[in-house]
């Protein structure tokens, strides 16, 4: 399946969450097997000379296809949460929301120093949530051989807040 027909397979809500937005539905396409099998192949083949040691995903979306591709690629799959959500020791770091401050956290012992790490997420807007993962991941030690998402907003410039990483995006609005 080509990136269009994959773009097709992605419903627009108007006003959701909050007047004024346009929400982009993955559930239309997480549904369909051959496209949902499309997005996971595509991101594999594109990461699978990298010698992926770990994938990360971040919650919650990023969970659905960080453990896909960790499968695919033969990698083991670390959940980066929101605090409070992991049961063993973590780190954490708060990062800037467009109203307010978050924070997310990972186990202490989930990236060793030196692994190659693969950072993933459904969607990438204005980059706040990225980028503190990838700190996260730097703070273990770990060495991000890439960041990878479905979607990216382009229009929000997210991809700035991570420059300093290699950024893929199969699916881009401008």
Do not use: C
Request: no cysteine.
């Amino acid at each position: 399946m080509d990136i269009a027909e994959l773009r097709g397979k992605i419903r627009d809500i108007k006003d959701f969450p909050t007047e004024g937005v346009l929400f982009k539905d993955i559930t239309t396409l997480l549904k369909d097997a051959p496209a949902f099998r499309s997005v996971i192949d595509l991101l594999a083949r594109r990461y699978q000379k990298d010698r992926v040691d770990v994938v990360v995903g971040v919650e919650s979306r990023g969970f659905i296809f960080g453990g896909a591709l960790a499968h695919q690629l033969g990698a083991g799959f670390v959940p980066v949460r929101k605090l409070g959500k992991l049961p063993g020791k973590t780190i954490e770091v708060e990062y800037e929301l467009e109203y307010g401050r978050d924070a997310l956290a990972v186990h202490e012992d989930a990236i060793q120093p030196g692994q190659r790490v693969l950072a993933v997420d459904d969607l990438l807007a204005t980059g706040g949530t990225m980028a503190a993962t990838l700190r996260l991941i730097e703070q273990l030690g770990g060495h991000v051989v890439g960041v990878a998402f479905m979607i990216e907003l382009g229009f929000l410039h997210g991809r700035d807040k991570i420059k300093s990483h290699p950024v893929h995006s199969l699916i881009v609005y401008e």
